[in-house]
T-cell receptor, first 112, second 117 residues
């Protein structure tokens, strides 16, 4: 079993819909949670960064962390074709020097 | 946000030669940088953690003598693929931890495509 599980998709939605992404993890010691967006043949771009449980909102993006369930989510409102990319969740231990453990990534396709 | 630059973005080399990839933090000092490898349609695989002024820490299964990492300054880490072979062809990505002003989060470079022919 992988430490971080993420549905590979692809997830296809119409433009304007809400995109819902999630990851589950097995290591309860993870404390920092991140979502990255990666376009084809590019490096990952940090979207959201949260510490411990709770919600965080930034523009069209909302990240949720439920440590009791070992479950994190990313919601993208009013999705645009430019949101079509692979979304990677990542997490780290407090004392791991920010060594990240990644999910496998979910491919998202927003159709105009 | 913090900027991490990689160079070259794309490189083709002959089998048996060595190739160096640079990773620079442009607007912050990075005591720790990370090197990843990514195969098509797969997630990032951590190869090693690069620490300024000390030896890199390699992940299990990564050949230290093949993937040489040097972190000579607080803004530069280099990955040298020695005696490259076609199976080393891949997308290599570095990342660096931003400072307090950047939320202590991890930022990635644009990646470097290596093709060994």
């Amino acid at each position: 079993q992988k430490e971080v599980e993420q549905d590979p998709g692809p997830l296809s939605v119409p433009e304007g819909a809400i995109v819902s992404l999630n990851c589950t993890y097995s290591n309860s010691a993870f404390q920092y949670f991140m979502w990255y967006r990666q376009y084809s043949r590019k490096g990952p771009e940090l979207l959201m960064y949260t510490y411990s449980s709770g919600n965080k909102e930034d523009g069209r993006f909302t990240a949720q962390v439920d440590k009791s369930s070992k479950y994190i989510s990313l919601f993208i409102r009013d999705s645009q074709p430019s949101d079509s990319a692979t979304y990677l969740c990542a997490m780290s231990l407090k004392a791991a020097g920010n060594k990240l453990t990644f999910g496998g990534g979910t491919r998202v396709l927003v159709k105009p | 946000g913090a900027v991490v630059s990689q160079h070259p973005s794309r490189v083709i080399c002959k089998s048996g030669t060595s190739v160096k990839i640079e990773c620079r933090s442009l607007d912050f000092q990075a005591t720790t940088m990370f090197w990843y490898r990514q195969f098509p349609k797969q997630s990032l695989m951590l190869m090693a953690t690069s620490n300024e002024g000390s030896k890199a820490t390699y992940e299990q299964g990564v050949e230290k003598d093949k993937f040489l990492i040097n972190h000579a300054s607080l803004t530069l880490s280099t990955l040298t693929v020695t005696s490259a072979h076609p199976e080393d062809s891949s997308f290599y990505i570095c990342s660096a931890r931003g400072g307090t002003s950047s939320g202590n989060t991890i930022y990635f470079g644009e990646g470097s495509w290596l093709t060994v022919v």
